[in-house]
C-alpha cells in the first residue's frame, strides 16, 4: 500500500485531487532562521539596512510575498491558489541572528504549508543575496513550519 498522496496506483506522479474536500479557513506559518553576522548587523540601523540594491529587509519581504505567490510554478505538485493574505515579519534576534517568519491565509480546500514554506525561504535568501557584498560568512540555519491550521491536522510549534 503506498502512504504518499502524490503517488497513483501505477507508481507514478499524481496532483491530489482536493475537489470534494471542504472549504475551511487554514494558515500556515514557517519559519527562518538566518546567521548573518556581527559584520553585518552593525550596519543596520533602526531595524533596516539601506544598501544599494535598496532596503534589504523590505526588499526581501516582498520578494517572500512573491514567492507564496509562485508556489504551485516551483513545486510541481502543489495548487495554484488565491491566497488570502501574506504576512512577513524579519527581526533581529542578537548582535548575529534574524528571525523570519511567513504566515499565509487561504479560505480553500488545501493548505498553504508550501507557501509559507516557499515565502520563507525566498526572503532568507534576498536578504543573503542583499548583504553578501558585506560577507559571504551568512548561513540559512533552518526552516520548518511552525504552525498549521484549518485542514485533516493541526500543528503548532514551540520551539
Same mark, same amino acid.
Given at each position: 500500500?503506498?502512504? #504518499? *498522496? $502524490? =503517488?497513483?496506483? /501505477?507508481?507514478?506522479?499524481?496532483? &491530489?485531487?482536493?475537489?470534494?474536500?471542504?472549504?475551511?479557513?487554514? =494558515?500556515?506559518?514557517?519559519?527562518?532562521?538566518? #546567521?548573518? %553576522?556581527?559584520?553585518?548587523? *552593525? $550596519? #543596520?540601523?533602526?531595524?533596516?539596512?539601506?544598501? /544599494?540594491?535598496?532596503? &534589504? #529587509?523590505?526588499?526581501?519581504? =516582498?520578494?517572500?510575498?512573491?514567492?507564496?505567490?509562485?508556489?504551485?510554478?516551483?513545486?510541481?505538485? @502543489? $495548487?495554484?491558489?488565491?491566497?488570502? %493574505?501574506?504576512?512577513?515579519?524579519?527581526?533581529?534576534?542578537?548582535?548575529? $541572528?534574524?528571525?523570519?517568519?511567513?504566515?499565509?491565509?487561504?479560505?480553500?480546500?488545501?493548505? &498553504?504549508?508550501?507557501?509559507?514554506?516557499?515565502?520563507?525561504? =525566498?526572503?532568507?535568501?534576498?536578504?543573503?543575496?542583499? @548583504?553578501?557584498?558585506?560577507?559571504?560568512?551568512?548561513?540559512?540555519?533552518?526552516?520548518?513550519?511552525?504552525?498549521?491550521?484549518?485542514? /485533516? *491536522?493541526?500543528?503548532?510549534?514551540?520551539?
Amino acid at each position: 500500500m503506498n502512504d #504518499f *498522496s $502524490h =503517488i497513483n496506483k /501505477k507508481n507514478n506522479p499524481k496532483m &491530489v485531487n482536493v475537489g470534494d474536500k471542504k472549504i475551511t479557513k487554514r =494558515i500556515a506559518v514557517a519559519k527562518a532562521t538566518m #546567521f548573518l %553576522g556581527q559584520e553585518i548587523i *552593525s $550596519h #543596520f540601523e533602526n531595524d533596516e539596512l539601506k544598501t /544599494k540594491k535598496g532596503p &534589504v #529587509f523590505q526588499t526581501a519581504i =516582498i520578494a517572500g510575498i512573491q514567492a507564496v505567490k509562485k508556489t504551485s510554478e516551483l513545486i510541481p505538485m @502543489c $495548487h495554484l491558489l488565491m491566497i488570502n %493574505g501574506v504576512d512577513i515579519d524579519i527581526k533581529i534576534t542578537d548582535a548575529e $541572528h534574524i528571525e523570519i517568519l511567513c504566515s499565509v491565509e487561504i479560505e480553500g480546500k488545501t493548505g &498553504v504549508e508550501m507557501e509559507a514554506l516557499t515565502g520563507a525561504n =525566498i526572503t532568507a535568501l534576498t536578504v543573503y543575496d542583499m @548583504c553578501k557584498a558585506i560577507s559571504q560568512n551568512m548561513i540559512i540555519k533552518e526552516v520548518k513550519l511552525v504552525e498549521k491550521t484549518g485542514g /485533516k *491536522s493541526d500543528i503548532k510549534r514551540y520551539e
